[in-house]
């Protein structure tokens, strides 16, 4: 094999990934790095943002939404490999508040006083128009009747990771998130989980795009679905919904 053709087999595969999905791709990029020796790039944004970059010819081989209409986005514009899309992940949403919280646990259900907990501060959560965290989290504050009392003092974010980092830092009393990034944050803890049927499901697809440079995207996208990338994703907190080997 010429050192071109060696090469191009060791192309590294660019993956366009959901924000909340960073320290456990990170993990399973390098298992599957030291296995295989290709390297895995991955950029980190907000489903939408990454969506309107594949749009305007971003380079990448790999995309992985925070939800549904995000993927559909991306395969309306002809940019998905036929026969490559999966729904990888399942997650739910919660509240946080930062780790010195002193008023305990919120009970999220119907008519729920978030308003009062918030006093003069801010709820920090994704873009609601776009972020699909934020998304999700409209409407499950629209479902349990909170969304008019709280929708004034919503501080919204560019991605799940910037909501997040607001109420570590303390500049939001509390944020709504994935439980996944709760997790990755010692700064925060949850004080109250939204019930599953406040807010459509929250799905994460995965597809190869037609525009994929890299041999290896295809190896490394059914890596995504295997045991060993399974362990990592529900280490994490998330849920595995496709089957892996």
Known sequence: MSSAATADAKSPVVVF????????LDAIAKDW????????KASY????????QLEQDAPADLFISADVPWMDYVEKKDLVAAGTRADLLGNKLVLVAPADWSKGDVELKSGADLAGLLGDGR??????SSVPAGKYGKAALEKLGIWDSVSAKVAGAE???AALALVSRGEAPLGIVYKTDAAADKGVKIVGTFP???HPPI????AQLKGAKSPNAGAFLKFLSSA???KQFEAAGFTVVTSGS
Do not use: F, H, Q, W
């Open 159 to 161: 991605n799940v990771r």
């Open 123 to 128: 709820l920090a959560m994704g873009e609601v």
């Open 196 to 198: 599953a049927d406040s």
């Open 33 to 40: 790095t030291k296995e295989s020796g290709v390297e895995v």
């Open 228 to 230: 060993a990338a399974k």
């Open 203 to 206: 799905i994460y697809p995965a």
């Open 45 to 52: 944004a907000a489903s939408s943002a990454l969506a309107k």
């Open 17 to 24: 990934a959901a924000a909340s999905l960073k320290n456990a």
